[in-house]
């Protein structure tokens, strides 16, 4: 919502109670949201050591929700900051979590962020000529959801002129013209 000051003097408070009392569970959490905190002011090298010891104090406790909450969004920190393969590896991770927990929204979340390291969970039995690449998917999912390109740009953290041009590559494999057929099949595709 953008109150980041407001945020700030909610957090500190929480912080310094989990700190006194030893909670890593409540440490985890409130390093989480410092984590998301400093990424949303730009101050990198904060949102990384809060991700870090988040994942530090989910280790010490059976909170696997917590810690692949926690992976979850510190691998999309990474990927935004273009650090692709350390971004996959927190990605993956979480998914393995999510996957196991049956947490199927936030595996979703993390299918997008994933597909936006290049990298796609879901197995395919064998390659087909109208296969979309984990960028062409993760660019129909978000324009299926309403998104624009601009919006789907600023998701996936690349050009408009890229989302043009996947979305291109999407319509010209699955033989689709316009967003309303590429709802359609979607949809046909998660019922399949």
Same mark, same amino acid.
């Given at each position: 919502?953008? $109150?980041?000051?407001?945020a ?5 408070p929480?912080?310094e ?13 409130? &390093?989480r949201?410092?984590g998301?905190l400093?990424?949303?002011q730009?101050r ?12 530090e104090h989910a /280790?010490?406790?059976p ?11 510190y &691998?999309?920190?990474?990927? $935004?900051? &273009?650090?692709r ?20 929204p936030?595996?979703?979340? &993390?299918d /997008?962020e ?6 796609? $969970?879901a ?6 000529a109208?296969?979309?690449t ?11 959801e309403?998104?624009?390109n601009?919006?789907?740009a600023?998701e996936?953290?690349i ?5 043009e ?6 319509y010209?494999?699955?033989d689709?013209?316009? /967003?309303g ?9 998660l019922?399949?």
């Amino acid at each position: 919502m953008g $109150r980041l000051t407001e945020a700030e003097a909610e957090l500190a408070p929480f912080e310094e109670l989990a700190a006194v009392r030893e909670r890593h569970s409540a440490q985890a959490a409130a &390093g989480r949201v410092r984590g998301l905190l400093e990424a949303a002011q730009g101050r990198n090298e904060q949102a990384t050591t809060a991700f870090e010891e988040a994942l530090e104090h989910a /280790r010490m406790v059976p909170m696997p929700f917590e810690r692949a909450l926690i992976q979850l969004f510190y &691998g999309a920190f990474l990927r $935004r900051s &273009g650090q692709r393969k350390a971004a996959a590896a927190q990605l993956g991770a979480a998914h393995e979590v999510f996957d196991r927990l049956g947490a199927r929204p936030y595996l979703e979340v &993390g299918d /997008r962020e994933l597909a936006g390291c290049g990298q796609v $969970r879901a197995r395919r039995s064998a390659p087909e000529a109208n296969q979309l690449t984990p960028y062409e998917t993760a660019v129909a999912r978000l324009v299926v959801e309403g998104l624009s390109n601009r919006e789907v740009a600023g998701e996936l953290v690349i050009s408009v002129k890229t989302v043009e041009y996947h979305l291109s590559a999407i319509y010209r494999k699955l033989d689709l013209r316009s /967003r309303g057929q590429l709802a359609v099949h979607m949809r046909h595709e998660l019922l399949n």
